[in-house]
């Protein structure tokens, strides 16, 4: 019998997630006499945090021993629990390029487990910013380009992460530059906004029950994201019906006192400066706001605590922390993870056999993603020539620094260039007093104004490629444009950040024991002109209905490598794609045969397109994907389950979601530009018909 694969199993991602099945009228009834009961000294002590500095990582918000309100003690991130030493995982975008919800739930079950190990209660994460541009400095931390795609991932990290903790999904919202977080101005429609921007923050509130979210430091419309009464308040809790807590981001995030709380802002981190004392009886005695505004932010800050029974929340054992259980999630996340772009000849898989030569310096640097809030120290971490080195041999791989000579290449079958970017060229710009006075080692990140390799890195390619017989790179960082040196270059491998495992992961996916699954999050693109305009000092920036392969699609752009795609050592073949009418959705099934002669797996992506529509559609987005593993002949039939509510536009005048008469293309495939299936549904009055 054929298997059967289902893309997104509600039952299998939703398991154990503590944010979904609170009875919300009790707590709701407790809250209410808790708030009642208290002073409004104590009342103002739920709306804060505590100290500006984290206590062994952790920063605390709140709570009353007398009272019996627990604390909240947050701590980052996105790649793993910043807190001593922990799992390095690989980074956000890397885990979205594997597109693999199940595998996301597992890691955000065990960065919640270990946060909880170390005494920690919320995780200040998954980021989930759209990318709008890959330029952005924190591309890295979040999961993609597409809302659908992120949505599905930041909705299993959290599911996973809420079996321990809480999560922080942030940062509300539009948070996509970096130089000028604290002051841009991100402006669009309604429609963009909750279409595009905000579909995905929708999911992982109202299916993933997320207990919080952080607002972001950007404005929105030209008002700030942590006072802006329609997305703390319309938006968030009368659209979506959200029951946590809203904390500001860090230090710049909340900006006001009586605006800031009547907007929906409820907790000031990390400490209280906006929210002090003096600044919140002086609100009241002005008459700016009442007392009430600070009993509701209170007792949206203690909600949580008494739903989630913050006190006796499971307490890990400290071997969780780093357990082989861990390693092996971030060893399987890198192999997923890892994009083979390019793979003239079929170089790869390398025979074992070979004797390599690794290249450049990032071969054996410690490169697990820059050093903003999301940065993660592990007790080992296993670089690429560590990674070569225990798979082939110590004596069968020789390493070549970036200024070595490197004539000797010739003398090898193959070379591995390791390049790419790190902390240095992108990531969270914190500027400090600190890092301007002892130079630019310390230089945190920020945007990246090409998204071309640094000269010294092309530079490095150019010498190593001309020197090397066969050749392949092992990029390192985000999305780089390889125009410029592609053709001299045999195969190119992503491995984006890969974690502390990701040495081991390089070597399985070069030798072929792991064989090459993951696919593109992120449109790369040929020059910088295919992708919407990017300029990291702009105060005010437009954001329309197309960015990323809506807007390379629209525009008819050839990318270099377009969203969704990526190789494998095996082939694939689809037929048989049969779509189902439900009461209010799809089922769409298509069956997967592995034509090839390895085992492996490949990401089948489902696309709608749109025609005789009202208004302008993107040529087509994704609504739905699966992982499907196969062996040699083997074939599964791939179930991908779509609700009407995927195929609505957002429409101004009814402030709503809705779905037109016009007729929807369901097209299938292995990425956004290799769509071999299609099936075409007319909606009438009379309901849905195949056309
Ligand atoms: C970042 C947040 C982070 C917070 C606490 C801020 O600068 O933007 O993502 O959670 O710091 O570290």
Known sequence: MTKK???FDHHQIHAGNKGLGIDHESVARKVEQLVDSMTLAQLFNEIRGLQQAPIEGLYHAGGNESLGIPVYKMVDGPRGARAGNATAFPVALARAATFDVELERRVGLAIGKEVAAKG?????????????????????????????????????????????????PKHFAMNNVEFTRFDMSANCSPRVLHEIYLRHFRRCVVEAAAASVMSAYNKLNGIYCGEHPELLTTILREKWGFTGFVESDWFL????????????????TPAGYRFSDEKLIEAIQSGEMSEGVIARA??????????WKLDELEKPPAFVVESPEHLAVAREAAEKSMVLLKNAGALLPLPDSHRLAIVGDLADAINLGDRGSSFVTSTEVVTPLAGLKARFGDDNVAWFRSDDDFSALKDFDVTVIVAGLTYKEEGEYIPTMQQEAEGS????????????????????????????NKVVVALQGTAVQVGDWIESVDAILMTWYPGCQGGHALAAILTGDACPSGRLPVTIPKSADQLVPWDVEALEVEHDLLQGYRYVDYHGHEPEFPFGFGLSYTEFDLEGLYVQRFDNGFEVS????????????????LYVGYSNSSVLRPVRELKGFGR????????????IELEDDDLTYFDEAEDDFVLEAADYHFDIGFSSRDLSLSQSWRLSPDGFEPI
Do not use: C
């Open 120 to 168: 920690g209660n919320v995780l200040l994460a998954p980021t989930i910013n759209l990318l709008r541009h890959p330029g952005w400095g924190r591309a890295q931390e979040t999961y993609s380009e597409d809302t659908f795609h992120t949505g599905a991932m930041g909705a299993a990290f959290i599911s996973g992460a809420q079996n321990y903790v809480l999560t922080s």
């Open 628 to 639: 499907v593993e196969l062996s040699p002949g083997e074939q599964a039939t791939l179930v």
């Open 441 to 468: 080692d310390l230089a945190r990140g920020g945007d990246r104004v090409s998204l071309a390799l640094p000269d010294h890195q092309r530079e490095l390619i150019r010498r190593a490629a001309a020197a090397a």
């Open 253 to 268: 995030g909340t900006r006001s006192t009586a605006p800031a709380l009547s907007a929906g802002l409820d907790i000031e």
């Open 298 to 307: 209170a007792g949206r800050a203690i909600y949580q605590k008494l739903a």
């Open 590 to 605: 298509v069956d997967v045969t592995n034509t090839g002669k390895v085992a492996g797996a490949t990401i089948v992506q």
């Open 5 to 7: 694969v289902l893309a």
